[in-house]
């Protein structure tokens, strides 16, 4: 009985209707092979354990905050197979986006027009980061920033979300806070590390944002499952 019941409660899971969105637009758009190859793989079920699930931790550090203007300066990202980070895994890129460059941004990450003389163009980023990311679970601090310049970067269409489960450090920290009776917390990465006891970085560069990211999600994985299996399903929920 117990299952039953919540196998009726993960119908209307935020994933379940996610892998519906999916399908629907596998099924309605003709996407060029790759592309079409990246839709095509199924997204995890919400009771899936971490530790059988293939995970990207992801950074971008951009020129500002709106994908249809802003572009892409820097990426990084390295793997993760719970609860090991590889850092052999590790990539960082810069892209050559021009005059893509703002100086309130370059304050922020020292990224300077010369920095992305020799990076890749933004044609080669897409692909690459199809392949990368193609059937895995991508965690970011601040999702959304990746998620809207990610699915402007595919020219996908505005009705058709990226086949892809987001888990946002940010938002489950807030969710944790709000749980623990927190008012206003900082929930920068640095000021969440800090606050944690996790050692200081290097912040506002993307390889490093993208470490500091996985080390954070580990410590929050532990804060709530403890000694239980981690799933999937209530950290996405916690994400939203």
């Not at 530790?51 to 390295?78: P, Q, R, W, Y």
């Not at 920290?173 to 623990?180: G, H, I, K, T, Y």
């Amino acid at each position: 009985m117990k299952l039953a019941r919540r196998s009726w409660f993960s119908r209307f899971h935020p994933l379940v209707k996610a892998e519906k969105k999916r399908r629907l637009a596998l099924a309605k758009n003709d996407f060029e092979p790759q592309l079409k190859t990246f839709f095509g793989h199924s997204l995890a079920a919400p009771e899936t354990p971490l530790k059988d699930l293939e995970c990207v931790i992801l950074d971008f550090e951009t020129s500002g905050l709106n994908a249809s203007h802003d572009a892409i300066l820097s990426v990084g990202m390295l793997t993760l197979k719970f609860p090991v980070l590889s850092l052999s895994s590790a990539q960082h890129y810069y892209v050559d986006t021009g005059h893509s460059v703002v100086p309130d941004t370059a304050i922020i990450n020292h990224i300077v027009p010369e920095t992305l003389d020799s990076g890749m163009s933004p044609v080669k980023l897409g692909p690459l980061l199809l392949q990368a990311l193609a059937g895995k679970v991508v965690i970011a601090h601040g999702a959304w920033i990746e998620q809207q310049f990610l699915h402007a970067l595919l020219k996908l269409p505005a009705e058709v979300d990226l086949p892809l489960v987001f888990l946002d450090t940010l938002a489950i920290e807030r969710s944790l806070c709000v749980a623990s009776g927190m008012v206003k917390p900082d929930l920068r990465l640095t000021s969440i590390r800090e606050t944690r006891g996790l050692p200081p970085y290097l912040a506002h560069n993307a390889f490093a944002d993208a470490v500091a990211t996985g080390e954070l999600f580990l410590a929050q994985v532990t804060d709530i499952f403890g000694l239980q299996q981690a799933t999937l399903g209530p950290l996405v929920k916690r994400s939203g």
